[in-house]
């Protein structure tokens, strides 16, 4: 299974949007509404922030958002602020009870 | 408060074994799904393995199929993975994750335990 891919980096100015791609095959993202996204500070766990597509749990605010379009899921980050500064990434249900991540993208607050 | 505790974890010879706990409480750790996930230093996150609540159903990715295996002991709310054959590229960061209210998502992860494996 290959890792979903993702764009290295992204960057921002604070109060900017950044959209984060994330490219599956119809195998995994465009075969299930399964997509998440994880966002990870440097030493720390990865953290939950959206999941089937565009739900988020509790606690994440609403400047974070997803989308899906064919083979393709995107995450949004509006009104970015310093501690949105993190890497970010996807993960989709890839049948047969396994998972496949994103290749992992680094997000700068300018 | 969820909480995932991972341990086990340290500098091991390749060709050698290992087994990492992950203890769990604030939530009835016997009706969910667990998994193992993996980050090699500096490199992005890579699924390991998962187990049903009641121990029943395994998966695991193909490369440490035949090598690794997941468990639970539910009287003690706590995760396991054994890992034998051990490898250079087995070194990683091994957390343990929840599965989430939502279909195929991680919605609680433990700190990380991490894994060397070097002559």
């Known amino acids: 299974q290959s890792a979903l891919t993702q764009p290295p980096s992204a960057s921002g100015s604070p109060g900017q949007s950044v959209t984060i791609s994330c490219t599956g095959t119809?195998?995994?993202?465009?075969?299930?509404?399964?997509v998440s996204w994880y966002q990870q500070h440097p030493g720390k766990a990865p953290k939950l922030m959206i999941y089937?597509?565009?739900k988020r749990p509790s606690g994440v605010p609403d400047r974070f958002s997803g989308s899906k379009s064919g083979n393709t899921a995107s995450l949004i980050v509006s009104g970015l602020q310093a501690d949105d500064e993190a890497d970010y990434y996807c993960?989709?249900?890839?049948?047969?009870?396994?998972?496949?991540f994103g290749t992992g993208t680094k997000v700068t607050v300018l | 408060e969820v909480q995932l505790v991972e341990s086990g974890g340290g500098l091991v010879q390749p060709g050698g074994s290992l087994r990492l706990s992950c203890v769990a409480s604030?939530?009835?750790?016997?009706?969910?799904?667990m998994h193992w996930v993996r980050q090699a230093p500096g490199k992005g996150l890579v699924w390991v393995s998962h187990?049903?609540?009641?121990?029943?159903?395994?998966t695991y990715a193909d490369s440490v199929k035949g090598r690794f295996t997941i468990s639970r002991d539910n009287a003690k709310n706590t995760l396991y993975l054994q890992m034998n054959s051990l490898r250079a590229e087995d070194t990683a960061v091994y957390y343990c994750?929840?599965?989430?209210?939502?279909?195929?998502?991680?919605?609680?992860w433990g700190q990380g335990t991490l894994v060397t494996v070097s002559s």
């Open positions: 994750a929840r599965d989430g209210v939502g279909d195929s998502d991680f919605d609680s």
């Open positions: 604030g939530f009835p750790f016997s009706i969910y799904w």
């Open positions: 187990i049903k609540g009641d121990g029943s159903d395994t």
């Open positions: 119809s195998s995994d993202v465009g075969k299930y509404n399964s």
């Open positions: 089937e597509v565009s």
């Open positions: 993960s989709s249900y890839a049948g047969s009870n396994n998972y496949v």
